[in-house]
C-alpha cells in the first residue's frame, strides 16, 4: 500500500488568510504522513485543525493512535494545536515526540495554554498523552521508521527521516544552509529520499540582503540538495508570508530548471509514495 503525505500547512512564520496567497495556502506548518493503519503528523501550526477536525470525521468515536513530531517550539509549529480536535476527544491517544526530554515537551505544551493565553488548560484536555523524547536511534510509529535530523535554525529545530516500504520521507522544515556540519547531516540524511520537504521561505536575493541568521533557506539550496542527495522528488515548504501565489509560480518555474521533478507545496494537496 502506498504512504500519502498530505499538506495541511506550508506556511512559515504567521498565518497569512490574504486573498494573494491563498492558492497556495495561508496556514502554518503541519504535514500528513499516513499509511493503511497509523497516522504520523508533522509539526502542529494553524494547519493542524483542519487536519484534526478532518481526522474525528472520518474516526467518529473509535479510539485512534496519533502521532505529532514537533520540529521545535516557535509559535508558527504550535499555533493550532489549541484548536487540535482530537486533543479534546478521550478515544484519542496522541503522543507527542520531540528531541528534548519528555517532561521538557510536557512543560512547553501547557505553557501554551495557560491562562491568560487560552480558556482551557492542557491537563483538562481528554485525550490521553504520551511524551516522546527522540533519541538518534529513532521510534516506530506502525511500520514507519522514525529518525530525528538536527537542524541549524536560532534555538535549535529537528527534522525527521521517515522510512517505509514505499520508501523515505525526509522533512526538513526550519533550516539554514551554511553550517557544513548540520549541511552534511541533512545531505546523509537526504540521500535518495522519494520525497525531500524542505525549508525554502526566501529567493537568493532576500537571503543575501539581510535575511542571513533567520533560520531559513532559499528555493536554490534546496534545487543543490535534492540533486546532490539524489532525491526523487522535492517540495518547496514554509513559504514567506509574503509571497503571493504569483510569486510560488516564479519560484517553482525558476527552481524546476535546476530541478526539474520540483513542486511548491500547496495547502490540501497530497502526494503518493510508492
Not at 549541511?183 to 520525497?195: I, P, V
Not at 542527495?229 to 509571497?243: C, I, K, Q, S, Y
Request: aromatic content about 10%; overall charge negative; proline content about 5%.
Amino acid at each position: 500500500m502506498p504512504v500519502s503525505v498530505t499538506f495541511w500547512g506550508v506556511r512559515g512564520s504567521i498565518p497569512t488568510p490574504v486573498r494573494a496567497n491563498l492558492g497556495v495556502g495561508g496556514n502554518t506548518a503541519c504535514v500528513e504522513v499516513r499509511t493503511e493503519s497509523q497516522m504520523l503528523i508533522l509539526d502542529a501550526g494553524t494547519g493542524i485543525q483542519a487536519c484534526g477536525n478532518r481526522l474525528f470525521a472520518e474516526n467518529g468515536h473509535a479510539p485512534r493512535d496519533v502521532t505529532v513530531c514537533l520540529s521545535h517550539f516557535h509559535w508558527d509549529h504550535l499555533q493550532g494545536l489549541p484548536f487540535f480536535t482530537p486533543l479534546y476527544r478521550s478515544d484519542f491517544r496522541l503522543r507527542f515526540a520531540n528531541s528534548s526530554a519528555g517532561e521538557t515537551t510536557r512543560g512547553m505544551l501547557q505553557r501554551l495554554m495557560e491562562p491568560p493565553y487560552f480558556p482551557v488548560t492542557w491537563e483538562t484536555t481528554a485525550s490521553k498523552k504520551e511524551y516522546l523524547a527522540v533519541s538518534s536511534c529513532g521510534f516506530a510509529v506502525g511500520e514507519l521508521q522514525v529518525y530525528p535530523i538536527p537542524l541549524h535554525h536560532p534555538q535549535g529545530a529537528t527534522g525527521y527521516r521517515i522510512g517505509s516500504h514505499a520508501g523515505l520521507i525526509v522533512y526538513a522544515s526550519d533550516f539554514e544552509h551554511g553550517d557544513p556540519h548540520s549541511d552534511r547531516l541533512l545531505l546523509e540524511s537526504a540521500r535518495n529520499a522519494e520525497l525531500l520537504i524542505y525549508d525554502a521561505q526566501y529567493t537568493p536575493e532576500e537571503y543575501e540582503t539581510g535575511r542571513r541568521g533567520w533560520g531559513h533557506s532559499t528555493w536554490r539550496e534546496a534545487a543543490t540538495l535534492a540533486k546532490a542527495a539524489n532525491v526523487r522528488r522535492l517540495v518547496l515548504f514554509h513559504h514567506d508570508p509574503g509571497h503571493t501565489d504569483a510569486m510560488m509560480d516564479d519560484i517553482q518555474s525558476s527552481v524546476r530548471q535546476l530541478f526539474a521533478n520540483t513542486d511548491v507545496a500547496v495547502e490540501g494537496s497530497s502526494i503518493s509514495i510508492g
